[in-house]
């Protein structure tokens, strides 16, 4: 098992930053995925930014330029750092990780407890 736990989120206004970050214990040593994803309310949870044990990312298209996401393998961390937030990136930020590349068919099979992230106007 693997447990995730995210820090760093709060109330920024727009065009501010935050950086998140998500702490990983366990059975960690098999990790290749690790991502975040957001859930707005009402809306369907998006994956935001993801990164494999290669170091090869992916970011949704509204993030790009914006976000950052990384891992330090030796903290056993991944981080995404958030740059000109704006109000439509108000969400709750959930942290997941898995086996597999991101690429692939259901690459996440563990979750954090999520952190909200607020983006004043």
């Known amino acids: 098992q693997v447990q995730l736990v995210e820090s760093g989120g709060g109330l920024v206004q727009a065009g501010g930053s935050l950086r998140l970050s998500c702490a990983a214990s366990g059975s960690i040593f098999n990790l290749n995925a690790m991502g975040w994803y957001r859930q707005a309310p009402g809306k369907e949870r998006e994956l935001v930014a993801a990164?494999?044990?290669?170091?090869?990312?992916y970011y949704t298209s509204s993030v790009k330029g914006r976000f950052t996401v990384s891992r330090d393998n030796a903290k056993n961390t991944l981080y995404l750092q958030m740059n000109s937030l704006k109000p439509e990136d108000t969400a709750m930020y959930y942290c997941a990780a898995g086996d597999r590349g991101f690429g692939e068919p259901d690459p996440f099979h563990y979750w954090g407890q999520g952190t909200q992230v607020t983006v004043s106007s």
């Open positions: 990164i494999d044990s290669g170091g090869h990312t």
